[in-house]
């Protein structure tokens, strides 16, 4: 969570008042009741690699990405995203990161493909706890199961699932994480997310998204940037 900061106020005056109410505000969100019941199940298994983060904040863009693609499915879409790495928990958690590596020699690719079957495996449990329909279940297992090593989407639920997972790499929290995981700077870091993440993205709305925070992102690296007004954290 992050710490709250300093107010300051130059203006003077009160004008909280003025503020719209939240459910006016575009892209505001919570997990839905059904997520929500779907993240206490899975969220012990979602501890390893800074997974359970990753999971919430790619939720958060897959929920951006749907408003701008009504004909996916967030039943679909949704509870896929929340526990698309689920499997990752059957992995050592050396042996992920050396999975993933920028330089991984294929050695583990093994590895990749287990996270996503058993993920599929834990993720069917899960969701028939919770009481999801079973054309449902399947349906998102089908998408979990191969949302890594599947080179094409199998549909377009499964188009947004892959995206939003992808886009999280150039979110500040994606960033930093991959800073930690390979001994990056920011600019390499950026550098790395960046291009891994708009070149395997599959829909407009995706690559324009990650074009924003990218494009944010860089500015924020920039000379220019550092000498300006900016508000303490």
Same mark, same amino acid.
């Given at each position: 969570?992050?710490?709250?900061?300093?107010?300051?106020?130059?203006?003077?005056?009160?004008?909280?008042?003025? &503020?719209?109410?939240?459910?006016?505000?575009?892209?505001?969100?919570?997990?839905?009741?059904?997520?929500?019941?779907?993240?206490?199940?899975?969220?012990?298994? &979602?501890?390893? #690699? *800074?997974? *359970?983060?990753?999971?919430?904040?790619?939720?958060?863009?897959?929920?951006?990405?749907?408003?701008?693609?009504?004909?996916?499915?967030?039943?679909?879409?949704?509870?896929?995203?929340?526990?698309?790495? !689920?499997?990752?928990?059957?992995? *050592?958690? #050396?042996?992920?990161?050396?999975?993933?590596?920028?330089?991984?020699?294929?050695?583990?690719?093994?590895?990749?493909v287990q996270h996503e079957k058993?993920?599929?495996?834990?993720?069917?449990? !899960? &969701?028939?706890?919770?009481?999801?329909?079973?054309?449902? !279940? *399947?349906?998102?297992?089908?998408?979990?199961?191969?949302?890594?090593?599947?080179?094409?989407? !199998?549909?377009?639920?499964?188009?947004?699932?892959?995206?939003?997972?992808?886009?999280?790499?150039?979110?500040?929290?994606?960033?930093?994480?991959?800073?930690?995981?390979?001994?990056?700077?920011?600019?390499?870091?950026?550098? &790395?997310?960046?291009? #891994?993440?708009?070149?395997?993205?599959?829909?407009?709305?995706? #690559?324009?998204?990650?074009?924003?925070?990218?494009?944010l992102a860089y500015i924020d690296?920039?000379?220019?940037?550092?000498?300006?007004?900016?508000?303490?954290?």
């Amino acid at each position: 969570m992050s710490a709250s900061r300093e107010v300051i106020n130059y203006l003077g005056r009160d004008v909280t008042d003025k &503020l719209p109410a939240a459910e006016q505000v575009p892209g505001a969100m919570a997990l839905t009741p059904r997520d929500a019941a779907i993240w206490e199940l899975a969220k012990d298994y &979602l501890k390893t #690699r *800074d997974n *359970d983060a990753h999971c919430l904040y790619a939720y958060g863009i897959a929920n951006a990405l749907l408003s701008q693609i009504p004909e996916a499915q967030e039943n679909i879409v949704l509870p896929a995203i929340l526990i698309h790495d !689920i499997g990752w928990s059957t992995v *050592d958690e #050396r042996e992920n990161l050396e999975a993933i590596a920028p330089d991984r020699d294929g050695s583990r690719a093994h590895l990749v493909v287990q996270h996503e079957k058993e993920g599929a495996k834990i993720a069917r449990r !899960i &969701l028939g706890e919770v009481g999801i329909p079973v054309a449902d !279940i *399947d349906e998102i297992c089908a998408i979990i199961d191969g949302h890594d090593t599947r080179p094409e989407p !199998i549909s377009l639920n499964d188009a947004l699932v892959k995206d939003a997972d992808k886009i999280w790499r150039v979110s500040p929290h994606g960033r930093s994480v991959v800073n930690d995981w390979f001994g990056l700077t920011d600019e390499q870091s950026l550098r &790395l997310c960046a291009y #891994r993440a708009y070149n395997e993205l599959f829909t407009d709305a995706g #690559r324009a998204m990650s074009r924003v925070l990218v494009s944010l992102a860089y500015i924020d690296q920039t000379p220019q940037i550092s000498k300006t007004y900016r508000p303490k954290a």
